[in-house]
């Protein structure tokens, strides 16, 4: 082979793993085997996953962690049922590839009516162009460098995800060894930046109360440093809506807690409430989290900064970079302290961790996530499902580097679970996963692939017989469920029975037993159908009056 | 209520039991929350799913019995989990009846960043366009009611998914009560129909050794019973594509087996390779059907007849109607007899009923399926999952009146699963599953919904290890699969713990345990890893070849 050389498949793994994805996730198929084979030739770890769908979040959950994920399936079949993980990860702003294997280019330009296709062999492909910043069907060794340079260049500059088609015979063609990486640098326009930056400036100069609030970009952006510096030299007292939990470490001095609009813990709201100017740094108005468009963000007292562009009240500033923006702020603002008699959160929520035990006591929610709070470490992953597991662990001020995950805006219920096998593979983090009984049935069988890799994720299994989350916003039959005995799942799988907790004094025997494992831990916390946490039960309130006339 | 109306909801209802769909598979979901609520209150009985994908599959099981399913979930997260389900009905020519519940059209017009959304509001009902033959939002209940019915007639008359938007504050939206209902009625051209049946008899009435294949649209389109006349008055052989399986009870006279090209018994390939007039009644070259495309069915002596059009040779008659060519034919032809000499299926196969069993000898994969053929009952629905289940089923000789169902083309693994859960809602007809362990792990947790409903299909689990049918094309680590103690699944998903076969003898315990069942019976069939049947040796060998180019 021309050492000058290398093949298609190996060109895309090797930049795959060059940018941090190490592993790829993925299920085996008949169009895809050939790439698998030469996955096994690289330097990237192939995961097989027991289903498609589940793949993709764990692809989804790695890339939050290592700054890139990977999964792999067969063509049409495979793909299709992988798409909602992927739409999630454009949703979510997650840099995750999607690479399906599709059959040989002849089949193709025959239209053959070959097993796994549609006739149309565009189909798919055109699906994922609607979710994916990049779409690419690499038929073409010569163009393929160029085409997965682009697209990958356009994954990591947007955080969104990426879609290649790689045809079976295309796998070992040969194409030119990866040379230098172009990524994409867009600068601000100078003019608009220094008016903006003037304009926020005056505004913030003249606030009395200013505050700033952290949504998901400055997370997905990786300007936590840059953001850090702002907020120490400024002396704001800020925030984070609820993407953009852990943005910094919770026990920040000047961090005040999680704010949702009128499901904010009552001071956070007041904090926010009664501000002169809010600064919005990397963040959006989705109703998740501005508690159901219940947050009182007047735009006249508002300063919203996103990725590439500026809105001060009621106009926009275009071309402005949000790394430069904040930059700016930084270096012009005047060093400022934290206003006297603001409470942090770390003050006011340290009572969290004084939880009394009564042994024989029935387990509640409340318990439950006021307990295991300071059960959790530094640099902890801790994965929380959508309904009472996000809502709850939204309200815990979380220990220093934790990273927190949720899909908090996209709520595909389930996606935790193959979230929680993505992260797993981070050797000195822990993961902690939180998820309900509704939630894990979709997507439990992906246990299956922890056990297989060895992995030792903490799992909680908070069973409340039934979305819990349903039922506070209309209860009927349909919000039960079959009842599982969770805990044998893990034995199903072929592994060890887990261990089912009643009460409070079981709790502390089965956390003892996860703090020393050195294996997975699976936990399932049985609790009453109608506990509920106090976010969940305002959220389920707010969510019942906004769809009440689909009820008659 | 105004008595000459219903609401939208309620209409779409009572069409959807009128043609068949008395059942409702899905998820439920906050958006949908206020129709499934009217599901409740309808003549239609919702069965609430663990997750999308399986309730897809479910509904696609359940329209292949009773002529319609229907499927319904929340926006977006929902139904993409749903959608390769619906593009296997839309390959398979399946009629299902996508239903998913959206947000309240004010949030949609404002574009607003609701959960489950990805900002545009459309993204998910364009990607169903293109595997549907109607996509449409109820968005205004003036003209709901024909859209219903318009959509309904195209799924009706094609056999193919239709998909439905349905905004939360259109459930209880009042519409015009359903009137008569207009199906989609097309008339061959008299002068087309005239030629080209014709010139078919005129092949017919010349050959020597005529053939007829029956390929999948004959049990789509209901029309066995004018196949049958047909046959029996020509006195013609006939045989049948996998996807043409159970057209007609397989004890007939005139059957000779299943046609699979170069992968058939000797005999029917035999027959069908030696004949000078092949009559494809609703038949198609899919891979899947033609042995990998191995099948010689030359042109020159080939009728291929499809829905609308027929082939002769090399020319295309449009506008001819299956129904009525094959009426057409029936009364022309001259009545004939079996040519003497011909071995039906049913005495070349009698031997299947003949199996010596040696209480202590270890399970093979040809005992399994010898042995079960006559565990088999009339009436039986028999799904095989695609691998060595569906290979080795399809060349089983199954009892008069049974329905065989499989996924034969599109073959996405794991469908069984979902389907038998439809399947199994017919109350006089058993539903005998075959699976096998490597697609069982993409959907097992449906076994839960059968448990919930009080289900009692037989369940036979088929453990081999790992994909088998991978395997067979290119081994490799990825193939290999966690091992799961699938016998314990039933029981973590609430059930009591199935059995676990490894010998001959306990196969037969386990059978008559299965026979006396009233409840669900899971059976783990235990065999060697590298236990293949002969099929899917040949299968592996040819998909091997045929894709060779991608590895190195």
């Known amino acids: 082979m ?24 993925g299920v085996c198929g008949d169009f895809l085997l050939g790439f698998i084979n030469q996955i096994y030739k690289s330097p990237v ?5 027991c289903n498609e769908l589940n793949a993709g979040y764990a692809a989804d959950g790695y890339a939050r962690i290592n700054g890139l994920g990977a999964v792999t399936t067969t063509f049409t079949v495979g793909e299709l049922s992988a798409i909602n993980a992927i739409a999630g990860s454009y949703a979510e702003q997650v840099p995750v590839v999607m690479i399906a294997g599709s059959p040989e280019l002849r089949h193709a330009r025959a239209n053959k009516m070959l097993h796994h296709t549609l006739g ?10 609607k979710i994916t910043v990049a779409c690419e069907r690499l038929d073409d060794p010569l163009h393929a460098p160029q085409q997965i340079d682009m697209a990958l260049s356009r994954c990591l500059y947007y955080k969104k995800p990426i879609y290649f088609e790689l045809p079976a015979d295309m796998v070992t063609a040969k194409c030119a060894k990866p040379g230098k990486f172009l990524s994409i640098v867009k600068t601000s326009n100078p003019d608009a930046l220094a008016e903006a930056l003037s304009e926020s400036l005056h505004l913030l100069k003249q606030a009395k109360k200013p505050i700033i609030i952290l949504g998901m970009e400055i997370i997905r952006h990786g300007l936590q440093d840059i953001v850090k510096k702002f907020i120490e030299k400024s002396g704001f007292p800020y925030c984070t809506f609820v993407t953009g939990k852990t943005t910094l470490s919770e026990d920040h001095p000047q961090f005040i807690g999680c704010y949702k609009g009128g499901w904010s813990r009552e001071y956070v709201a007041e904090v926010v409430d009664s501000s002169d100017c809010i600064l919005l740094l990397g963040g959006f108005f989705i109703d998740s989290d501005t508690g159901g468009f219940t947050a009182h963000l007047e735009k006249s007292k508002l300063i919203q900064a996103n990725f590439e562009q500026t809105n001060i009240k009621n106009h926009t500033y275009s071309e402005i970079m949000l790394s430069d923006y904040i930059k700016g702020l930084t270096k012009a603002v005047s060093a400022g302290k934290l206003p006297s008699g603001l409470i942090p959160a770390k003050t006011a929520l340290k009572d969290q961790s004084k939880v009394k035990v009564t042994s024989g006591k029935k387990l509640t929610v409340k318990h439950f996530f006021k307990r295991v709070a300071s059960f959790l470490n530094e640099e902890d992953i801790v994965i929380a499902e959508v309904g009472d597991c996000l809502y709850s662990m939204a309200g815990t001020l979380l220990p220093k580097n934790t990273t927190f995950i949720s899909q908090s805006f996209y709520n595909s219920i389930g996606y935790t679970v193959g979230a929680a096998l993505g992260t797993s593979f981070s050797k000195k983090r822990r993961t902690i996963l939180f998820v309900g009984d509704g939630s894990f049935q979709l997507t439990a069988q992906e246990i299956s692939t922890m056990l297989r890799y060895d992995l030792k994720p903490i799992i909680f299994l908070l069973n409340n017989q039934g979305y819990a989350i349903e039922r506070a916003i209309h209860d009927g039959p349909y919000n039960d469920l079959q009842p599982w005995r969770y805990h044998l799942i893990p034995q199903a799988l072929g592994g060890e029975a887990g261990i089912n907790v009643h009460t409070e004094g079981e709790l502390e025997s089965a956390l003892k037993v996860a703090e020393n494992a050195k294996k997975l831990t699976f936990i399932e916390i049985n609790v009453d159908k109608y506990d509920f946490g106090d976010t969940l039960r305002l959220a389920g309130s707010a969510m019942a009056e906004s769809s009440k006339n689909s009820y008659d």
């Open 2 to 25: 021309d050492k000058n050389k290398t093949s298609v498949s190996q060109y895309l793994l090797y930049r795959l793993q060059e940018f941090g994805s190490k592993h790829m996730f």
């Open 45 to 49: 770890t192939m995961i097989n996953c």
């Open 120 to 129: 149309d062999y565009s189909i798919a492909r055109e699906m994922f162009r």
